[in-house]
């Protein structure tokens, strides 16, 4: 599918970073995705790498509205994946940069336990730490 080409081409970008193309990449992906494919598993990953790219770009406002239309769309058609627990981290790492520690221990909480329940046991632990570090 075009629209997985273009999410591996701006992840590509991304990890080179051409940190310019890969947005621009992603964003028409993510149209794509919206309008003709919303069922399609790259749709919350494109939204996933747009976030990134934009905490990254100290853009903190818009990595939240990604990472949380992302949300929406794993806790709708895409539960239970290691997706959906590393979504959860990265608002929560948001969350936790800004001060925002009750909001930051809620998502650290709900990817801790969605990993224990995937058996990721070496990023549940990494959650334990994180929360741990939240409330020092």
């Not at 809620?106 to 070496?122: D, N, P, V």
Request: hydrophobic share 40%.
């Amino acid at each position: 599918m075009y629209a997985d080409c273009l999410l591996n081409l701006g992840v590509l970008y991304h990890s080179s970073e051409r940190i310019k193309d890969a947005e621009e990449v992603l964003q028409l992906c993510l149209q794509l995705y919206s309008t003709h494919f919303p069922q399609a598993k790259g749709y919350p990953l494109s939204l996933v790498d747009l976030g990134v790219i934009c905490s990254r770009e100290n853009r903190p406002e818009e990595a939240e509205q990604f990472w949380l239309w992302a949300l929406m769309l794993y806790k709708t058609n895409f539960t239970d994946s290691k997706e959906h627990a590393s979504c959860l981290e990265s608002v929560g790492e948001l969350y936790a940069d800004c001060g925002r520690v009750a909001e930051a221990t809620e998502k650290f909480e709900a990817a801790l336990q969605l990993y224990t329940q995937l058996g990721a046991l070496s990023k549940a632990k990494d959650c334990k730490s994180a929360l741990a570090s939240l409330w020092q």
